[in-house]
């Protein structure tokens, strides 16, 4: 029943969409849900790469027994433990018990901790291949991308990257899969959050997987989220080399805390110094009106940053604390950044957030500004100077 989009020579698309979800990992909005991809290569054996959430496993099992058309299913590559990805293997395997699990030894091992699954595998090692008629398969261990037992898979003749969550990203697949059929304005973004909220603190893995992926040629890449990378594959990796080395562009995130919008107008100031210099790329976050998930894109996004808190309590406005500590855990690296604070009677937000520009070792540009009660002009000038000064910095960087 179900037409089954042919992504390369015998290699079809059988996964689903999730438009139920509210949250991935319960954490990170999907307000255009996500798709979890999975491919069936038909070849002179016939293999399956990763399976979806068990939520979609009727979905997918009727769409794999489509796929295969009365053929039995020989192998499933597993290059992904994850449960969006892994959920439904024990159904699979219910339904063909005489398929071969093709995976490595971590992901063995979770395959028995999670489904208590331990017999029909068929381990691999990096670099190892599998024949399976007229291709080979390969494999490239990707470990902390962004889990130990992730791989990815080569399709050596059609010369396609099944990469798991690498180069993935949220949104459902409206009809097109491929890159090339579809209109892609929403997924860039997405890509970069994507990469931020789940990836973000694993950059070394990601070059070290890049790095041994430099000589290879890759026509297509299958991720496990969004759509097929094709017409778009040098974007995609380029995207991934500049985010995994915390590379910046030219532009500024400025995040702030207020309850009364005196920490605001600091904010405006700001803005409005770094736009009379030259700066195009400015995202205003409010942090209480705004997703982290958000927030975390345009951090790994720009060069600059620029942070803003009340005085709460002798601390930091809560989410703004909160939203460092999740900077710090990606280990995000190489940003500029200024801060600002406001206060009432004893001022101690300025004071925490030079203790974690210390902390994290980000490039301080320009001079804290706090501000006692109501704006003055002195502060209102101040404000403007650090954004001044932070499009600078970015100009000549
Ligand atoms: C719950 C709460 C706790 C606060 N704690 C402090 C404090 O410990 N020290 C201080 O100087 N001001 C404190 N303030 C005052 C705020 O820092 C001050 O009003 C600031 O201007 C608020 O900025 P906003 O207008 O951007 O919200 C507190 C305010 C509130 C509502
Ligand atoms: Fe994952
Ligand atoms: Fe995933």
Redesign the pocket.
């Known amino acids: 029943m179900y037409k089954l989009k042919e992504i390369t020579d015998k290699v079809y698309y059988v996964g689903v969409n999730d438009r139920t979800k509210e949250r991935f990992e319960n954490l990170w909005p999907l307000p255009h849900g996500v798709s979890y991809n999975s491919y069936l290569i038909m070849d002179e054996k016939t293999v399956l790469i990763d399976t979806v959430d068990i939520c979609y496993s009727d979905i997918f099992l009727k769409k794999v027994a489509d796929a295969l058309g009365g053929r039995k299913l020989d192998y499933l590559v597993v290059d992904h433990m994850e449960p969006d990805h892994a959920g439904s293997i024990r159904l699979l395997k219910e339904e063909h018990p005489d398929l071969k699990i093709v995976g490595n030894k971590i992901a063995f091992g979770m395959l028995d901790g999670y489904h208590g699954i331990k017999d029909g595998l068929h381990e691999v090692k990096d670099g190892d291949t599998l024949s399976i008629g007229s291709r080979e398969l390969k494999f490239f261990m990707a470990p902390m991308v962004h889990w130990p037992e992730v791989m990815f898979t080569y399709d050596m003749k059609e010369k396609t990257l099944f990469s798991a969550d690498a180069f993935g990203t949220y949104g459902t697949l409206d009809g097109g899969i491929i890159d090339s059929e579809i209109n892609l304005q929403r997924f860039w973004g997405e890509m970069i959050r994507y990469y931020s909220n789940i990836i973000g603190k694993y950059g070394m893995p990601v070059q070290k997987v890049l790095g041994k992926l430099a000589g290879v040629e890759i026509k297509t890449i299958c991720s496990t989220h969004g759509p097929v990378w094709r017409e778009h594959v040098q974007q995609a990796v380029g995207l991934y080399d500049r985010l995994s080395r915390y590379e910046g562009e030219e532009g500024v995130t400025i995040i ?10 600091m904010a405006d100031a700001i803005a409005f110094g770094l736009a009379e210099n030259g700066i195009k790329n400015i995202a205003m976050h409010n942090v209480s009106n705004v997703h982290a998930s958000y927030i975390l894109r345009d951090v790994f996004k720009y060069k600059g940053l620029v942070v803003g808190s ?6 930091l ?1 809560p989410p703004i604390d909160a939203l460092l500590h999740q900077m710090e855990l990606r280990e995000i690296k190489n940003r500029y950044v200024g801060y600002f604070g ?8 300025v004071k925490r957030l030079a203790a974690f520009q210390e902390k994290i070792g980000w490039e301080q540009v320009g001079s804290p500004v706090e ?1 006692k ?1 109501g704006m003055k002009e002195s502060i209102y000038e101040a404000c403007i100077a650090l954004g001044a000064e932070m499009a600078g910095k970015l100009k000549n960087n």
């Open positions: 702030y805390g207020t309850m009364y919008g005196h920490t605001e107008q009340p005085t709460y309590s002798n601390q406005f406001s206060f009432s009677w004893a001022g101690a937000a501000q009660q």
